[in-house]
């Protein structure tokens, strides 16, 4: 009786399908385990609060690398029932350089514009620096800003009895790369001139240097295609001068 069970336990112990049995018992367990914990770990992670979108920087002088305080930085968030960025908030950049923005809630927005007076800046900086920002994390840049370092003298000579009046426009590729309106165009203090024969008109704009500067000039509204054109490059510290004479 007793060598029976003996035999029969050697028979259990290393019986093939019961070995089998045991391992799939262990498979099964573990998987359901697996499949606990990724549902516990996920069930945590939604119930969590999500972390911040954050744009940080600091805003400095193109040439001498200084910290800029006071640069006007504007905020555009992205509204559904638009479908379109439209203008949430503006921040200053601190007394050395630095400024910060962020979100939780709704981390789709994006920096508009930064605006000093003196300054432009160019649009494609920013673009580079943020436009394809990582949310839920911080997103840190130096973003330089040109001077408006040097001037454009700008004459008009009335020479001839002919037409009167003329129009201006001149064209500044760092302005073309602003946001905003200006498409390049420099902020003329006359645009239109109505001048006599012998009268002579001169205007003095701020512009910033290293860059080609287009001047167009016609007896018609200005159309880029076909007007009169004439070109000059600004340097730094410096007063170009350019004069048409009609």
Not at 210 to 232: C, G, H, Q
């Amino acid at each position: 009786m007793v060598l029976s069970k003996l035999k029969m336990c050697t028979l259990s112990k290393y019986n093939p399908y019961f070995n089998i049995k045991i391992a799939s018992d262990m498979k099964a367990r573990f998987f359901i385990i697996c499949f606990l914990a990724i549902v516990i770990s996920q069930t945590f992670s939604d119930c969590k609060e999500p972390s911040p979108t954050i744009v940080k920087g600091k805003v400095v002088d193109y040439y001498t690398q200084e910290p800029l305080e006071g640069v006007e930085i504007t905020i555009y968030k992205w509204h559904k029932d638009y479908l379109s960025y439209r203008y949430y908030t503006t921040i200053y950049s601190d007394s050395n350089g630095y400024f910060e923005f962020g979100d939780a809630e709704n981390p789709d927005f994006r920096i508009g514009d930064m605006r000093k007076l003196g300054y432009v800046y160019k649009d494609n900086i920013i673009y580079d620096s943020f436009d394809n920002y990582q949310k839920g994390a911080v997103n840190e840049a130096v973003i330089p800003l040109f001077p408006n370092d040097c001037w454009l003298n700008l004459q008009v000579d009335k020479v001839s009895s002919g037409k009167s009046k003329i129009y201006l426009s001149v064209y500044s590729p760092i302005l073309k790369s602003e946001i905003g309106i200006s498409l390049g165009k420099v902020a003329l203090m006359e645009d239109e001139l109505e001048l006599t024969e012998g009268q002579t008109y001169a205007q003095f704009l701020p512009v910033a240097s290293n860059e080609m500067l287009t001047i167009y000039w016609d007896f018609k509204p200005i159309n880029l295609a076909d007007a009169f054109r004439d070109s000059v490059f600004v340097t730094r510290g410096d007063t170009s001068a350019v004069t048409i004479s009609y």
